[in-house]
């Protein structure tokens, strides 16, 4: 045996369950996720009872007549716009007459994902060339969803969001 310090097997004042906690909780720890079930709660874009809207902008404060134009062409129009919802930069995107919300910032590089292109139902990183579909956020070479896509729905001019 060396000379250096020794030190105790168990830690005096340590213990496996917090004693702060309520006496009545689960011991048991919980399982980690895995990542597709962790990214898969926040791909549902369908409206929670649970959630506030947020306005994300207004159609008439975005563009003069864009919501003349998207409602005379909608299945031909195409609309992207980056948004600020509390502290969330969200790519908001108006394609084939539907509006989509999804996270503003690509998750392989942080490109910004509202001055990407849109078409045939996906959203292009101008930075580096991945793609995400609009509905679920899925990458589209990986197939997995890395994108969390959020419900939005137009309320008169203003576009609105639900953020878990």
């Not at 902008?57 to 134009?69: K, S």
Request: aromatic residues 8%; charged residues 20%.
């Amino acid at each position: 045996m060396g000379t250096g310090p020794s030190f105790p097997l168990i830690a005096k004042g340590f213990s496996r369950t917090d004693p702060m906690s309520d006496s009545n909780s689960d011991p048991k720890p919980k399982r980690n996720l895995y990542p597709n079930e962790l990214a898969e709660q926040n791909h549902n874009r369908q409206p929670r009872e649970d959630l506030p809207w947020h306005v994300a902008f207004d159609l008439n404060e975005a563009e003069p007549g864009l919501a003349e134009r998207l409602a005379a062409n909608p299945e031909s129009e195409s609309f992207v716009r980056e948004a600020l919802v509390g502290d969330r930069i969200l790519a908001v995107i108006f394609h084939s007459g539907q509006w989509y919300a999804m996270d503003g910032i690509c998750t392989h590089q942080g490109g910004p994902l509202a001055e990407g292109h849109v078409a045939d139902g996906c959203v292009t990183c101008p930075w580096h060339g991945w793609q995400y579909e609009l509905e679920t956020g899925t990458q589209t070479t990986s197939r997995q969803p890395l994108q969390a896509v959020f419900p939005i729905r137009q309320n008169g001019t203003a576009i609105e969001v639900q953020l878990p």
